[in-house]
Every structure is written in structure tokens, then in C-alpha cells.
């Protein structure tokens, strides 16, 4: 009911299940990172840093509707969870990519059609470029060489129903391929409110 016009007003009882599973996300990924030997940094870290190693993504970003699916829904709804899941977090939420044909409804179609379908649904925004640049420039410090340290940025993809992985594995090449083209390494993380 969430997906269709007039039912926006399920946005922040989701969101806040969003939240909650973001937080368990967290608290894997902060596990995970425990377990690692810690990366070289720029600058000394404090003993709480050695031992506490923190996973939080650099930001949030959201697969995007086609004009007639926002024409017919009156909003997008993974937006909207991306929005409130950023605005709660105080993470910094960007419009990385655009949906450049309108894929018909996938409800019907098979595991196979739906990655044939997704392969060149999206693309990158145009300032999603500048935008990748500012991310990784504005939160990766520069060495004495000017040359900046190969750690990825780390981007939250947030979908709404994960059913094959299409939808999230098509949106996640074109941002992986962007980076690429720049010369910054990326790394994603998806994030979806329920799977099918």
C-alpha cells in the first residue's frame, strides 16, 4: 500500500523499520570490523579508535522511479525512506542516479528477465560525478604526497523490496563504474525495508 498515491502516510512507521534494521546492519558491519587488523590512516588514532573501529557509510543514496511511476505514485518511495533513515542517522543523503527508461512492472517477470530488464535501466545523475568526487575528496585526507589514501567511500543503497537483486545489483554497477572511471574506489552497501 506504501507504493501507491495516498498511502504516503505508512513513510515513517517504515522509516523508522528501515532505522532499526540500520542499525543492526551497524552492528554487524562494526563486528566485522573488529575482527580486522586496522587499516593505515594518515594520523594517529586514539586508543578508543584502535579498539572501537566504527562502520558508518559515508553517505545514503536510493534507487530512483521513472517520471511516469512518480507521475502515477506522487512520490518515490525509497526517497523517502532514504530521507528519513539519513535525517535520523545524520548522514549526508545524495542523488546519485537517474532511471533513464521505464521499465515495465517487474511483478511478473522472471529472475532472468528482470536482470535483462535492469541492465540498462539507470545511469548516473549529472552532477553524480561531482558529487562522487566531493564525497571522496571532502572525507579522504591528503598525504604528504598529495596523494590521497585508497580507501573506499562506502555508499548506503536503499530500495524499498528487494525480490531478485536486480534492481539494487543494476543501480550498484553504474555507481561502481563511475568510480572506476574516476579512479576513486567505492564500496556498496543496499539496504531494503522487506524482501519478497
Request: proline share 7%.
Amino acid at each position: 500500500m506504501y507504493k501507491f498515491r495516498g498511502h504516503e502516510r505508512y513513510a515513517p512507521l517504515l522509516t523508522a523499520l528501515l532505522i532499526q534494521a540500520f542499525r543492526a546492519m551497524s552492528d554487524e558491519q562494526n563486528s566485522v570490523l573488529a575482527k580486522e587488523p586496522p587499516a593505515p590512516v594518515a594520523h594517529l588514532a586514539t586508543p578508543a579508535q584502535q579498539t572501537k573501529p566504527q562502520w558508518r557509510p559515508d553517505a545514503v543514496t536510493y534507487v530512483p522511479v521513472s517520471s511516469e511511476r512518480l507521475a502515477e505514485r506522487g512520490f518515490n518511495q525509497a526517497e523517502r525512506l532514504a530521507s528519513g533513515l539519513a535525517a535520523t542517522c545524520r548522514l549526508p543523503i545524495v542523488d546519485l542516479l537517474q532511471r533513464q527508461i521505464n521499465t515495465t512492472k517487474q511483478s511478473f517477470k522472471s529472475r532472468g528477465e528482470r536482470f535483462e530488464t535492469m541492465k540498462n535501466a539507470f545511469s548516473i545523475n549529472p552532477d553524480g560525478m561531482h558529487l562522487i568526487e566531493e564525497l571522496y575528496w571532502g572525507s579522504h585526507l591528503p598525504t604528504q604526497m598529495g596523494i590521497s589514501h585508497a580507501n573506499p567511500i562506502q555508499i548506503l543503497l536503499i530500495d524499498d523490496i528487494y525480490t531478485t537483486g536486480s534492481t539494487s545489483d543494476a543501480c550498484g554497477r553504474v555507481i561502481l563504474n563511475a568510480g572506476f572511471y574516476m579512479e576513486i574506489p567505492i564500496e556498496i552497501y543496499t539496504l531494503t525495508l522487506a524482501r519478497s
